[in-house]
């Protein structure tokens, strides 16, 4: 499998421009994480999907943020407008439901996000 | 609240020496542990996880985790590390059932000097 893919690896932007990420789960799962990852905060779970629906959102920052799923094996982080507060690494993971309860949590490689 | 603690930011150690990263968590059910690894600007790679059963995990790499529910720690080990293992080691702990809400530890950061 290629595991979680993400796009692009870096980004660079400047202050006010709209923002997106992306990310292709691995095949199979039903699960998908959002992350940021910052020096100050560390590792932060933005917001995650079940089956497409996003069921979890308490970690998005602000209204500036928004995320999607249209189908099983896409999903989008957008920033609108960017800050150079959100410079960060995001990160996509993927995952499967198990009896019982849920598969390891597989990362992508992340996206390195810049705003100046 | 979950939480995860790993009092050592950054851990220097000599190639071949033995390693213990420590970690402890507060969470108020049984939890799932994970330690993971990542490289310089890559992703987090799982090294291993413990769910329940022997308390003594195996993971990849040479690397185990002991699970003491009394002293709520989860500390990684290694026999004789690699130059190869620089990297940063990040703690985290989810829920038992359903969706995994991980939520990880600063991370430590691990240096080799040969």
């Known amino acids: 499998d290629a595991g979680v893919i993400q796009s692009p690896r870096h980004e660079v932007t400047e202050m006010g421009q709209e923002v997106t990420l992306r990310c292709k789960p691995i095949s199979g799962h039903d699960y998908l994480f959002w992350y940021r990852q910052t020096m100050m905060r560390g590792l932060e779970l933005l917001i995650y999907f079940n089956n497409n629906v996003p069921i979890d959102d308490s970690g998005m920052p602000e209204d500036r943020f928004s995320a999607k799923m249209p189908n099983a094996s896409f999903s989008t982080l957008k920033i609108q407008p960017s800050e150079p507060r959100d410079s960060a690494v995001y990160f996509c993971?993927?995952?499967?439901?198990?009896?019982?309860?849920?598969?390891?949590?597989?990362f992508g490689p992340g996206t390195r996000l810049t705003v100046l | 609240a979950q939480s995860v603690t790993q009092p050592d930011i950054h851990i220097t150690v000599s190639e071949g020496a033995s390693l213990e990263l420590r970690c402890n968590y507060s969470y108020g059910a049984t939890p799932y542990l994970f330690w993971y690894v990542q490289s310089p600007g890559q992703g987090l790679q799982l090294l291993l996880k413990y769910f329940s059963g022997d308390t003594l995990v195996q993971g990849i790499k040479g690397f185990e985790a002991e699970f003491k529910r009394s002293q709520s720690s989860f500390n990684l080990r290694k026999p004789s590390v690699h130059w190869s293992d620089a990297a940063e080691y990040f703690c985290a702990v989810g829920q038992l059932q359903g969706a995994q809400k991980l939520v990880f530890g600063q991370g430590t950061r691990l240096t080799i000097n040969p």
């Open positions: 993971a993927s995952s499967r439901t198990l009896t019982g309860g849920t598969d390891t949590q597989y």
